[in-house]
């Protein structure tokens, strides 16, 4: 375009300000998205830790009963019959089983996390 004393840049063309634009809009919404992937992934490792304090929480309980019930059979094992000890023996193997299994899994999710940092 041409005027008597003026010269329009190319890149000033209506055609061409509209491509730019419109490659502009393009880049914003893949950007966008990009931070809404990145947002939600965080959401998700947030929520995984959080499970993780919790379940923490509840087993270190859970090991102080267990703890406290260990105690109170070992006060009161000299007074058991055999088999009543054995019981009682293998039911807090039972729950130490347990436990262990949501410690494992704790590690599961912690490894989860760090590998996703």
């Not at 730019?20 to 947002?39: A, G, K, V, Y």
């Not at 959401?43 to 929480?57: D, F, G, N, P």
């Not at 949501?102 to 996703?116: A, G, H, Y």
């Amino acid at each position: 375009m041409k005027d008597a004393n003026f010269e329009l840049d190319r890149d000033l063309y209506p055609d061409n300000i509209e491509r730019s634009w419109s490659q502009l809009m393009m880049l914003f919404q893949e950007r966008d998205t990009m931070i809404h992937e990145e947002i939600a992934r965080l959401e998700k490792l947030q929520r995984l830790a959080e499970k993780i304090h919790q379940e923490a929480k509840v087993t270190d309980s859970k090991l102080d009963d267990i703890e406290a019930w260990i105690e109170d059979e070992a006060k009161r094992i000299d007074h058991l019959h055999p088999k009543d000890a054995k019981n009682n023996c293998e039911q807090i193997e039972r729950e130490l089983a347990r436990t262990e299994e949501t410690i494992k899994s704790m590690f599961s999710d912690v490894q989860i996390l760090r590998d996703n940092r």
